[in-house]
């Protein structure tokens, strides 16, 4: 079993930062590709950004320029610093990672942490 913690979520205002962090955990082999996700009640949950194993990063035009990912320092951490938030960017955030786990080290499956809340307010 592979389990993926999110935090760092928020109230903040208009304008503000905020940094989420999420780490994975358990049964893990490898871990390549990291991102995030966003999803607001009633719509389909977004691609945000996405660090990849090669040291990419990738971000949605509608973040691009504010956000920034990275890996953290700590092992299968990855980090999404929020800057110049948007009402718009009200959502909950989701971390993901393609993990290949120790019990089998033929593929790698997608992971999802349980989400954190963030909310700008106007």
């Known amino acids: 079993q592979v389990q993926l913690v999110e935090s760092g979520g928020g109230l903040v205002q208009v304008g503000e930062s905020l940094k989420l962090s999420c780490a994975a955990s358990g049964s893990i082999f490898s871990v390549h590709d990291m991102g995030w996700y966003r999803q607001t009640q009633g719509n389909q949950r977004e691609w945000v950004a996405t660090f990849s194993d090669r040291g990419d990063t990738h971000y949605a035009d509608s973040v691009k320029g504010r956000f920034t990912i990275s890996r953290g320092n700590a092992q299968n951490t990855v980090l999404l610093l929020m800057n110049g938030l948007k009402p718009e960017d009200t959502a909950v955030y989701y971390c993901?990672?393609?993990?290949?786990?120790?019990?089998?080290?033929?593929?790698?499956?997608?992971?999802w942490g349980q989400g954190t809340q963030v909310t700008v307010s106007s």
């Open positions: 993901n990672a393609k993990v290949v786990t120790t019990d089998d080290h033929r593929y790698a499956n997608d992971y």
